[in-house]
């Protein structure tokens, strides 16, 4: 395993590899390694001849400074998660490294989609998570880039990137690594205490609950019924929608597939989880 800090020496390394003509895989983090990071790492090593795992808490996509602040910076212990892997590049820059002065970036149109759900909740999350990909891609040039479905709008949002700069990427989504007890696994969980965890249980059981009766009663009646079980174990709803796979623009009626989103306030953090609901009619 090689940590790289700087551009030039990820960009040493791609000569390298273009000239031993080695397909690369990325996975981008945030850091504060979990199990879920670490099944899209483990799905890119076995896909690619290399892998580049960044690791960058990207400041452009806080639009809370709190949130910046308390997230959870461990990369010791990140690096000692992935010892031992083979083929692995972590690439590791500070924020001067990672945004060059004199680089320049032209910001892409988001569109609706960009609008809906987080995009509404979060101003300027999505244009920043766009900003660092972009030059990420820009710099790693992969063959393969791993997302977590995790974050299925950013997900949606990653692949209107790659198409928008002609990336050429294969965009690769993953399924959701959930703790035994259904939790969706987060680098936020860590700021959870005891109750709090157990108190977000609710967030999956009310995805479980959508997906279980999904076409079996009305959409809004499940909706309403799904937000009460969150609300019940006290956590405060910023959004729950069932909504369309594609465009993530609400559904009013049950159709084939529909994906519930949710955000919800626990304690001090925010957590987001989703869950594809196919209907059985
Ligand atoms: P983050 O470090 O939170 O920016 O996440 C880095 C990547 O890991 C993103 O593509 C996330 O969607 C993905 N990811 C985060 N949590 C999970 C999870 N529980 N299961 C699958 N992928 C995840």
Known sequence: MQTFVTRQEIIEWRQQMRGDQKQIGFVPTMGALHQGHLALIKRACS???????????????????????????????DLALLNGLENLVIFA????????????FSPMPLGRIGELLEGAHR??????????????????????????QKDFQQLAIIRLLNTYYGFGIDIIGCETVRDADGLAMSSRNLRLNAQERQNALAISRALHYVSNN???????????????????AGLAI????????????????????????????????????????ESVL
């Open 47 to 77: 896909e690619n001849a290399e892998v580049v795992v960044s690791i960058f808490v990207n400041p452009k996509q806080f639009n809370q400074s709190a949130d910046l602040q308390a997230y959870p910076r461990m990369l010791e212990a």
């Open 93 to 104: 820059p500070d924020e001067e490294e990672m945004y060059p002065k004199d680089l320049p």
């Open 123 to 148: 101003p300027g999350h999505f244009e920043g998570v766009v900003h660092v990909v972009h030059h990420l891609f820009a710099l790693i040039q992969p063959q393969k880039a791993y997302f977590g």
């Open 214 to 232: 999904t076409g079996k009663y009305p959409l809004d009646k499940v909706k309403q019924e799904a937000r009460s079980i969150i609300e019940q």
């Open 238 to 277: 910023e959004y729950l929608e069932i909504v369309d796979p594609l465009t993530l623009e609400n559904r009013s009626q049950w159709q084939q597939e529909q994906v519930c989103c949710v955000a919800a306030i626990c304690g001090e953090v925010r957590l987001i989880d989703n869950m594809l609901c």
